[in-house]
Nanobody, 119 residues
Framework: QVQLVESGGGLVQSGGSLRLSCAAS????????MGWYRQAPGNERELVAT??????????DSVKGRFAISRDNTKNTKNTVYLQMNSLKPEDTAVYYC??????????WGQGTQVTVSS
């Protein structure tokens, strides 16, 4: 059973930083893509950042220059992805979800971690 477990969310003041982590278990191959999505109350889930196995990245315009996605390429932790979030704003408040997508396009999701940015 594949599981993605996020950690690192919490409450931070505007302008602060947080680092989210996501570790996958129960999978014996690398995800083709890993990424982060977020969902604020009343809004749809939206892409924050993705990182492909080739190293390609994609960021939402709203987080470019503030957030950075990275992936652990160590043999035993290659399905671990991070999101460094700097210069946080109140509008970044949301539940952040980790995503892993296989080469066949199958998606796996974590349970989500709350990020709250106070003004």
């Amino acid at each position: 059973q594949v599981q993605l477990v996020e950690s690192g969310g919490g409450l931070v003041q505007s302008g602060g930083s947080l680092r989210l982590s996501c570790a996958a278990s129960g999978i014996f191959f690398s995800f083709k893509y890993m990424g982060w999505y977020r969902q604020a109350p009343g809004n749809e889930r939206e892409l924050v950042a993705t990182l492909g196995s080739s190293g390609s990245t994609m960021y939402a315009d709203s987080v470019k220059g503030r957030f950075a996605i990275s992936r652990d390429n160590t043999k035993n932790t290659k399905n671990t992805v991070y999101l460094q979030m700097n210069s946080l704003k109140p509008e970044d408040t949301a539940v952040y979800y980790c995503n892993g997508r296989t080469i066949l396009g199958q998606d796996y999701w974590g349970q989500g971690t709350q990020v709250t940015v106070s003004s």
